[in-house]
C-alpha cells in the first residue's frame, strides 16, 4: 500500500530525478510534473526502468496557474509536494532576472496558493541553497542552520532567500501548512544504474560536470578558478554532497511533515515567528566535510584512473572562497546522513558520463 501521493515539481531535473526513485523506493506515489525547460523528456523513461514499472507524469509548467491547478483536479488526495521546479544558474540569472523571479517565485506561489486553497494536506518540502548563507565568516564554518542569512547578489540567490520569506510567512498565516526547507551544498554523481544524472546545457558552469567532460576529451582543460584563496592548498573550498544521499534527504522530510511531529521553536532571528509555529524547518544538507577544488580534482584522477588536464586560472566573479555544512541538525532530527565515499561519488559522475559520449 502506498504511504501519500507526493506532488514532485521539477521532477525531470537533476535532483527532481533521483529524489522521485528514493520516493518511490520508499512506498510513497509521485506524480511528476515538468515543463522540460531545463531537462529531458526521456527521463521519464528512465525513471521508469529503474522502477521496473509505469510513473504518473503530467507535463506542466508550475508558473502558470490554470495548467498547474489541473494536476490538483486530477490529483486530488495529494498528501505534500516536493517543489525543485525552478532554475538555477548563477550567471544566466544575472542577465535574465525577470526570467529567474517568474519561474522560482510565481511558481512557489501558485504550489501555495493551490495546496492551501485546495485544503489538502500543505505539505511541503522546498528546494533551497546554501547560497542563503553568502560567504560566511569564518566563526560560522561550518556552517548551521541558525548562522546569519547575508545578502545575494544574484537573482537566483535573491530568489531562494525570497522563496523563504514567502514560506515563512505562509506557515505564520496557514494553520494547516508544514514546510521543510532543504538548503543544499554542493550536489554531485549520478545513480548507480547511470540511468540519470547532471544534463548541463552547452558549457557546464558546474565544477564535476565540467571535470567529467574534460576526462572525455569534450573540454581540453579544465581551469581551477583561483590558488590564492586563504585555504590550504589556495583553491576554494565547498562541500560536496552525493544526489542520491541528498534525494534520501528528501524521503526523510516528507516522512517528518507527514507524521504529526512539530519542532522546537529555533533559535533562528530571521525566522522567529515561522519557527514558533512548530511547522518550519529548515535543514542544512551536506556531508560536513569541505573538500577543495584541488583535493576534487586529486580525488577524481584517484578515484577513476583517468587523466584530467587542468591550469590555474584566476579566480570567478562572485565565487565564495569557502563553505561547508554542520549538517549534525539533519541527522539528530531527520536522522539522515550523507556517508558515501566521494570516490564512490566520483566514480559515479564517470559512469554517468561515459553513457553521454
Ligand atoms: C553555485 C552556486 C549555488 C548553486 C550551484 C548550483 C554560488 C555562490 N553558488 O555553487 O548557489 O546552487 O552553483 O548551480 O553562487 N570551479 C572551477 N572550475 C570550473 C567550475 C567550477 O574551479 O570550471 C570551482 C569554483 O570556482 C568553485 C567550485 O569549483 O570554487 C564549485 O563551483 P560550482 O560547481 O560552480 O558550484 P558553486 O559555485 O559552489
Redesign the pocket.
Same mark, same amino acid.
Request: charged share 10%; with cysteine.
Given at each position: 500500500m502506498s504511504k501519500g501521493k507526493i506532488l514532485l515539481t521539477g521532477a525531470a531535473g537533476y535532483i527532481g530525478s533521483h529524489t522521485w526513485v528514493e520516493l518511490c523506493n520508499a512506498g510513497y506515489e509521485v506524480v511528476g510534473v515538468d515543463n522540460f525547460y531545463n531537462s529531458e523528456r526521456d527521463v521519464v523513461e528512465r525513471i521508469e526502468k529503474i522502477l521496473g514499472r509505469p510513473v504518473l507524469f503530467e507535463e506542466t509548467d508550475c508558473s502558470c496557474p490554470e495548467s498547474f491547478g489541473k494536476v490538483f483536479q486530477k490529483h486530488q488526495d495529494i498528501v505534500g509536494a516536493v517543489h525543485f521546479a525552478a532554475c538555477?544558474?548563477?550567471g544566466e540569472s544575472i542577465e535574465k532576472p525577470l526570467m529567474y523571479y517568474r519561474n522560482n517565485i510565481v511558481s512557489l506561489l501558485n504550489l501555495i496558493t493551490l495546496m492551501k486553497d485546495k485544503a489538502l494536506k500543505a505539505n511541503i518540502v522546498f528546494s533551497s541553497?546554501?547560497?542563503v548563507y553568502g560567504q560566511p565568516d569564518k566563526e560560522h564554518l561550518p556552517i548551521a542552520e541558525n548562522a546569519p542569512l547575508k545578502r545575494s547578489l544574484?537573482p537566483?540567490?535573491k530568489s531562494k532567500q525570497m522563496a523563504e520569506e514567502i514560506l515563512s510567512d505562509s506557515v505564520v498565516a496557514y494553520p494547516q501548512m508544514k514546510v521543510c526547507a532543504l538548503r543544499?551544498f554542493?550536489p554531485i554523481g549520478a545513480h548507480p544504474s547511470a540511468l540519470i544524472g547532471e544534463l548541463p546545457r552547452g558549457v557546464?558552469?558546474?565544477?564535476?560536470p565540467?571535470v567529467t567532460q574534460t576526462a572525455a576529451g569534450i573540454r581540453d582543460h579544465?581551469?581551477?578558478?583561483?590558488n590564492d584563496y586563504n585555504t590550504p592548498d589556495g583553491?576554494?573550498i @565547498?562541500d560536496y554532497i552525493y544526489v542520491v544521499d541528498l534525494a534520501k534527504a528528501h524521503v526523510k522530510a516528507i516522512d517528518k511533515l507527514l507524521s504529526n511531529c512539530i519542532s522546537k521553536a529555533e533559535d533562528e532571528p530571521t525566522y522567529t515567528e515561522a519557527a514558533k509555529t512548530g511547522r518550519w524547518f529548515i535543514y542544512n544538507l551536506g556531508t560536513g566535510k569541505g573538500l577543495s577544488?584541488l583535493e576534487l580534482v586529486n580525488g577524481f584522477i584517484k578515484a577513476t584512473g583517468v587523466d584530467l588536464p587542468y591550469q590555474i586560472?584566476p579566480r @570567478?566573479q562572485?565565487?565564495?572562497e569557502q563553505?561547508w555544512a554542520d549538517p549534525k541538525k539533519a541527522e539528530l532530527e531527520l536522522g539522515w546522513k550523507a556517508d558515501t565515499p566521494i570516490e564512490d561519488v566520483l566514480r559515479s559522475a564517470w559512469n554517468w558520463q561515459k553513457t553521454l559520449k
Open positions: 538555477k544558474a548563477v541553497s546554501c547560497t544574484s537566483y540567490g543544499y554542493n557546464p558552469q558546474n565544477l564535476v565540467f579544465l581551469n581551477v578558478f583561483g583553491s576554494c @565547498r577544488v586560472a @570567478r562572485g565565487d565564495i563553505v
